[in-house]
């Protein structure tokens, strides 16, 4: 099937008012297992847990490339699952890296950045929110600040395996943020090889970036929990804020060429 079509059709409508409720204690942590499972090669073990939470495994061999990918989605479009997001990977090679997508469509074409990656890099990983940043009570739907999210239960397993995340945001270009791109450790604010090698690449490809490591930016991520998570376990993680040209107009074949750079030396380490 197409896997672009397939991942983009299940973010597309989106909306702020959607019901969401995330899972609870006992359903994160049959979530942590069957994750691990998978990512431990043991599908049917991965199933067995996960069919009880409405969560299915699938392999699937993308039409247009041949690449063969493991997902885990909700088995029915309606219920509490449907919201959780999903987990792609592929499923040749190991996992060398991971792209997170927390807030689709809120932020606008990440999820279509975050596919293209996963597309255009070898031995990687895709994990997408399931709902809109304001869907639920409260900030329920913002998975980038809570840890009760089968999103964040599911990037610390591939932490736990020490494979390094990328996390995509989009912000508006004001003059409060006269950046095309914004390049921090979230909460590790030490500038780590990849990190330095993203800025350079995008700064000398003519965008403007601000560098979380040598000044005070806007939107540098230092409360994301993915990110204090990934410190807690040592992983790698590069939180990178893109303005709308970045993401997707004059600036998205360089912005792209550049993070697709950095997922390549993770692939090779």
């Not at 059709?9 to 409720?21: G, H, I, L, S, V």
């Not at 899972?23 to 049917?44: F, Q, T």
Request: proline letters at 4%; charged letters at 30%; glycine letters at 10%.
């Amino acid at each position: 099937m197409d896997l672009r079509s397939r991942i983009l059709d299940y973010t597309a409508d989106f909306a702020p008012d959607d019901p969401y409720m995330p899972p609870d204690a006992d359903e994160r942590e049959d979530i942590a297992a069957g994750v691990g499972s998978l990512l431990d090669g043991d599908a049917a073990e991965a199933e067995r847990i996960l069919a009880p939470l409405g969560l299915g495994v699938t392999r699937l061999t993308d039409t247009d490339s041949g690449r063969r990918y493991d997902e885990i989605a909700a088995l029915r479009k309606d219920g509490k699952a449907a919201r959780w997001g999903r987990l792609y990977l592929t499923a040749d090679s190991a996992i060398r890296w991971n792209v997170q997508v927390p807030h689709p469509v809120s932020d606008r074409d990440t999820e279509a950045l975050g596919v293209r990656l996963l597309e255009d890099a070898p031995s990687g990983s895709l994990v997408v929110a399931g709902a809109h940043r304001r869907a639920g009570r409260g900030d329920r739907g913002d998975v980038a600040h809570r840890e009760d999210s089968a999103f964040h239960t599911v990037v610390v397993e591939l932490q736990k395996r020490g494979v390094p995340g990328l996390q995509l945001h989009g912000f508006a270009e004001s003059s409060e943020r006269p950046y095309d791109a914004i390049v921090s450790g979230g909460a590790g604010q030490t500038a780590s090889g990849e990190a330095t090698a993203l800025a350079d690449r995008l700064d000398s490809d003519g965008l403007r970036v601000c560098r979380g490591w040598q000044a005070r930016c806007p939107l540098e991520g230092t409360t994301n929990v993915q990110g204090r998570s990934a410190e807690r376990h040592h992983a790698g993680f590069l939180h990178v804020e893109l303005a709308p040209d970045a993401r997707d107009g004059r600036d998205a074949d360089e912005t792209e060429d550049a993070l697709i750079d950095v997922l390549t030396t993770w692939s090779d380490d």
